[in-house]
């Protein structure tokens, strides 16, 4: 199988920039996904295909995949930012994989 | 913008089987998308269940093959779940989500539906 581990908590004060890890054996070699989930709701895409916003995402939302990390970037973070975030990518068997997930705090 | 929307039977008795249903709100299921259940256990993370395409071609979590079967229902308007041999483990949100075909991200999800396993 194959698995994606992210740290399960980080914490940022109002203003700064949030860098949220993933890491995946060559997980550069695979496009990368990014979704939000806030408590009790479900989750939302705000980065697809390693770099790619949809479209109503803020453009302080900012992702990058080289090696074996995806790395999603908050930047000017805002206490509305505060929530749960997933990476997502695929293994060599076309099943899709998520990291456990990154409580983000903003302080 | 396409809605989803789950539902299901709220709490299942161990062993029993477990059924969901997902409606999409433009009518119909399309030929441009793969539809997908993803789960999540209370506190926990998100877990992908398997998908399928409008032409039935499917694709499974190897963890939970054996037991599980995703349709599509004859009229194509209803995204089906069925998870045989349920236990508390099972214990979930249950949500459903859609991919384009070539895409490798879901871009819309439904607000899920609980699930309890319990006598």
């Known amino acids: 199988s194959y698995d994606l581990t992210q740290s399960p908590s980080l914490s940022v004060s109002t203003g700064q920039t949030a860098t949220i890890t993933c890491s995946g054996d060559k997980l550069g070699d695979r496009w990368s996904s990014w979704y939000q989930q806030k408590p009790g709701q479900s989750p939302v895409l705000v980065i697809y295909?390693?770099?790619k916003r949809p479209s109503g995402i803020p453009e302080r939302f900012s992702g990058s995949n080289s090696g074996d990390t995806a790395t999603l970037t908050i930047s000017g973070t805002q206490a509305l930012d505060e929530a749960d975030y997933y990476c997502q990518a695929w293994d060599s068997f076309s099943h899709i994989v998520f990291g456990g997930g990154t409580k983000l705090t903003v302080l | 913008q396409v809605h989803l929307k789950e539902s299901g039977p709220g709490l299942i008795k161990p062993s029993g089987t477990l059924s969901l249903t997902c409606t999409v709100s433009s009518g119909s299921l399309s030929n441009n998308h793969w539809w997908s259940w993803v789960r999540q256990p209370p506190g926990k993370g998100l877990e992908w269940i398997g998908e399928i395409y409008r032409g039935g071609t499917s694709n499974y979590n190897p963890s939970l093959k054996s037991r599980l079967t995703i349709s599509v229902d004859k009229s194509n308007h209803y995204l089906l779940l069925n998870l045989t041999s349920v236990t508390a483990a099972d214990t979930a949100v249950y949500y459903c989500?859609?991919?384009?075909?070539?895409?490798?991200?879901?871009?819309?999800w439904g607000k899920g539906t609980t699930v309890t396993v319990s006598s």
């Open positions: 989500a859609r991919r384009g075909t070539y895409r490798y991200h879901m871009d819309v």
């Open positions: 295909e390693n770099d």
